[in-house]
């Protein structure tokens, strides 16, 4: 029986990746605490596994004293000095104590330190391979939902996809594949769990680089993220080349790499925006598809003044002011729209000009540039 064990346990060494000697060290103190519990054992008790010949053996450690008390704990001079005639009173003798069914009882222990060892290799392991994916984005297949969840299986691991996490223009049908980004990942006690989302800026973010090119391999950076998740977004890129068109390489031909995204994400409106250093032409770019006449600069409060012509006022400010509050999130400054009509009568404005702040930008609503 013991030999059966022994190669039970390198066999699943080995098909699970775990240390031997982790197992025997393991099934050592299962061992230990078995026989404790099988033969009520108070005492200290050593457990010797000897895996060339196979054999298991429990020794308890024993007091030598004259008249013995308590068998478990103590014996006598006489029989320790049967086992060595060097032994004196008080000295501690480990003796064999082996039950004849150790072998049913050890079967029974390494059966649940094994599974347990396993266990937790097999979390260890999937820990491993799932905590570098952090911010990133992977690919899984819907298994099931309730109101509050749904169950993505991502290979070694289900995740669930919190309500709050969920795009809210979107519907999750079973057996769907869908991509989601990894926002963090624990190991509990209960096993690693992943966290994810649809609606995370990063999403956006990752789709660009898998789909873009250059800012894969770093030529476009993307400087910022604007985002409500399901309706619309804005995303402002960077090129140091001047030769290269940060805005454009986003774009794709006739718009195919981004077209991709919105596909990928149901349809959610994309502005692509030119980052710049002047918060005049970035502020102006941002608040795309909406012309620019003038922008004024508080720098103390990092706020701007937008002064736009007097047609174009709801277009910048957007529906429930959605591309206002998008452009001064992309930006991190403040912004307060005002039509060229109303900036004239505070005097914001008093050169007549139909010039308008040049920009760089895309919109999912620049109809001509799939034409």
């Known amino acids: 029986m013991s030999s059966q064990l022994f190669d039970a346990i390198e066999f ?14 393991a099934l050592e103190a299962a061992l230990i605490s078995a026989y404790k519990k099988n033969f009520k054992s108070a005492t200290n008790v050593r457990v010797e596994l000897n895996e060339e010949k196979g054999t298991m053996k429990v020794f308890s450690r024993k007091t030598i004293v004259d008249e013995v008390e308590d068998t478990q704990q103590e014996i006598s001079l006489s029989e320790a000095k049967q086992i060595d005639p060097n032994y004196e009173i008080d000295d501690v003798i480990e003796v064999e104590v082996t039950p004849k069914d150790f072998g049913r009882i050890a079967a029974q222990a390494a059966k649940q330190v094994v599974t347990q060892r396993v266990r937790e290799a097999e979390r260890g392991v999937i820990y491993s391979e799932y905590v570098d ?18 169950y993505i299986n991502l290979g070694k691991i289900e995740a669930k996809l919190a309500e709050a996490e969920q795009m809210p223009t979107e519907e999750y049908n ?22 994810i989302s649809r609606s995370h800026p990063g999403l956006l973010k990752r789709l660009f680089e898998m789909e873009v090119p250059e800012i894969y391999d770093g030529v476009v950076e993307i400087k910022s993220v604007a985002r409500e998740a399901g309706d619309r977004s804005k995303i402002s890129v960077y090129a140091d080349n001047p030769d290269v068109d940060a805005v454009g390489s986003c774009v794709g031909p006739r718009g195919q790499r981004v077209q991709a995204i919105v596909d990928e994400l149901k349809g959610e409106k994309i502005d692509i925006v030119e980052w710049d250093e ?7 770019n ?5 012309k620019v006449i003038e922008v004024i600069v508080n720098e ?11 047609y174009q006022l709801s277009l910048a400010i957007g529906k429930r002011g ?5 452009a001064a999130k992309l930006t991190g400054w403040k912004i307060d ?3 060229e009509t109303e900036a004239r009568n505070q005097g914001l404005l008093t050169e007549e000009t139909d010039n308008t702040v040049e920009d760089e930008t895309y919109s999912m609503n620049d109809n001509d540039l799939f034409e």
């Open 12 to 25: 699943l060494a080995e098909e699970k990746g775990i240390e031997k000697e982790i197992l025997i060290e």
């Open 133 to 150: 994916r952090e911010d990133d984005v992977m690919t899984g297949i819907i298994q099931r939902k309730d109101p509050r969840f749904v």
């Open 174 to 195: 079973i057996h769907d594949r869908i991509k989601v980004y990894v926002t963090k990942v624990e190991n509990t006690s209960k096993g690693p769990q992943i966290y």
């Open 278 to 284: 002047d918060p005049v032409v970035y502020v102006s």
């Open 286 to 290: 941002a608040l795309s598809p909406s």
């Open 300 to 310: 103390e409060e990092k706020a701007t003044t937008v002064i736009v012509p007097d």
């Open 322 to 326: 959605q591309n206002a509050r998008l």
């Open 337 to 339: 729209i005002k039509s």
